[in-house]
């Protein structure tokens, strides 16, 4: 502990008086030289944060003195990781700070990522690197700036501390923030006491912070849960649209909020091709691209039998008003991905066929997902070269791109909604590779990019362009555990 001064920050504990029994009151490991290395100062001021490049705000960004009043908690939760439940996984490496309160007076979680080792650590070492950590900030930052749910970045701390890996590697704290760190996997913890006053009260809470117009609805409970359905069709529909692969959808990885959530081994598509893995440890593609979907419901499925017994005493009526609900997913998903893909293609509706032929083409002739949507609102304007010279079937794209300009695309609309930049794979690899070895040069020039991604920046071309030939295929993404 240091002798800094008192903070000027608050720090409520709305989760940590609310549901003691899934907050392990603990403290953050000593940072020996910390040194601020990434900082979101637009964030800060929507937070109403101090100036946090101070002695005080490296010790509140690596949760090593904090406000008087703060309580942080290691949050407990399941979860289901590819399939299999675990019963106790929680914080194992970060911590729940306490509730900020933003600019609208809504409460942000503020949440340590690498801060130490907690009761729920197991195996782990409760440490980042600081790889993962850099790689975190960019994407969730990216995520936001596409107008994607997401958890957001505040700072990237380097600790001094080194940390072991298969290499000896920098070690780091993210903090970051969120609507909440409530997720599926909280709620199978809460089942799993047998205790239902403490699901009840964790259901109560989460509608208060995410979910308010359900407390007056006939069955709360229920409105929850569809409220949490509607959240994550649409969010899952936004991931596809933009070609993001989370990589990890275990049931403790996904929020109630419907914010994207747990930054690990994720990646944006470069050619577009729904059976896409880059993740080294999803073997069997539980969770590749176009898999996404339905993973989201089978942890939907998850999140309603966790709140059963709140649905109707009656465990038969329980189960159908759970279903009834659960099965709206997939109406939801598609008609928030088909509205998604029409704007894509600059259209009001799109007729039959359509879309689907477009999809079949851009996988058969693996087309690169984002630059292509980007090329086609060229091709609207009467050049077509950009976005064709992608394929190799040429006679192809050139008939449907004569059917889909015959619906009157407009470019301007599509420019809206296509992004020019996204965190690509070997840009991402480029940057985090130079950061670790000390120069942030083209971290942040990647940063920037892809904070602005509507808006053509000018000497920016190589960010907006494909993968080289010799990157791809085999690439792949670590848990960064
Ligand atoms: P994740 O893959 O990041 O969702 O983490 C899954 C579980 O493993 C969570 O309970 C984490 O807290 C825990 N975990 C991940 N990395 C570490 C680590 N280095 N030390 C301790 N626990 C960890
Ligand atoms: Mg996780």
Redesign the pocket.
């Known amino acids: 502990m240091s002798t800094a001064p008192p903070h000027t920050v608050t720090l409520s504990t709305h989760f940590a008086q609310a549901l003691p029994e899934m907050a392990l009151p603990w403290q953050a490991a000593d940072t020996p030289t910390p040194t601020l290395l990434l900082l979101n100062t637009a964030l800060a001021t929507s937070l109403g944060l101090p100036p946090l490049d101070t002695p005080e705000g490296l010790a509140l960004l690596t949760g090593t003195h904090l406000p008087e009043a703060a309580t942080p908690v290691a949050q407990a939760y399941a979860g289901h990781?590819f399939g299999n439940y675990s019963p106790r996984?929680?914080?194992?490496?970060?911590l729940l700070l306490g509730e900020l309160t933003d600019h609208n007076g809504r409460l942000q979680d503020l949440h340590l990522k690498g801060s130490g080792?907690t009761p729920?650590?197991?195996g782990?070492?409760?440490?980042?690197a600081l790889g993962p950590m850099l790689r975190e900030y960019l994407l969730s930052e990216a995520m936001h700036a596409l107008g994607i749910p997401t958890t957001r970045s505040l700072a990237v701390t380097t600790t001094g501390r080194p940390v072991h890996r298969e290499t000896t590697l920098p070690g780091a704290i993210l903090a970051r923030t969120a609507s909440s760190h409530l997720r599926v996997g909280s709620f199978q913890f809460a089942r799993a006491t047998n205790d239902p006053d403490l699901l009840r009260r964790l259901a109560d809470h989460a509608i208060a912070r995410h979910h308010p117009e359900a407390t007056t609805a006939e069955n709360p409970y229920l409105a929850l849960f569809d409220s949490v359905v509607a959240a994550q069709a649409t969010l899952i529909s936004q991931w596809m649209l933009v070609g993001f692969i989370h990589g990890?959808m275990?049931t403790?990885?996904m929020t109630i909020s419907g914010e994207t959530i747990?930054y690990?081994p994720c990646a944006f598509l470069d050619a577009y091709d729904p059976t896409t893995v880059y993740s080294s440890i999803d073997h069997a593609g539980r969770y590749a691209y176009g898999n996404q979907p339905g993973i989201a419901q089978w942890n939907l499925a998850r999140l309603a039998e966790a709140l059963l017994p709140l649905f109707d005493d009656n465990e038969d009526r329980a189960v159908a008003k759970a279903l009834d609900v659960l099965s709206t997913f997939k109406p939801r998903y598609e008609e928030a991905w088909t509205s998604g893909m029409t704007a894509k293609l600059g259209l009001n509706t799109t007729p039959d066929t359509l879309v689907d032929d477009l999809l079949t083409l851009l996988r058969d002739n693996h087309v690169d997902h984002t630059s292509f949507y980007r090329h086609l609102a060229t091709a609207a304007r009467g050049n077509p070269e950009p976005a064709r010279s992608q394929f190799l079937d040429l006679a192809s794209i050139d008939t449907w791109i004569t059917r889909w300009r015959a619906e009157h695309p407009d470019p301007d609309a599509m420019d809206r909604v296509n992004p020019v930049y996204v965190p690509r794979n070997h840009l991402v690899e480029e940057a985090l590779a130079a950061a670790t070895d000390g120069d942030l040069t083209p971290l942040h020039a990647l940063l920037k990019a892809v904070t602005s991604p509507y808006t053509e920046l000018p000497g920016h071309d190589r960010y907006a362009a494909p993968a080289p030939e010799d990157f791809g295929a085999a690439y792949q993404t670590f848990?960064g555990?």
Request: proline letters at 0%.
């Open positions: 990781q996984l929680g914080d194992g490496r970060a080792r729920f650590s197991r782990g070492d409760g440490y980042a990890v275990n403790d990885n747990d690990g848990c555990t």
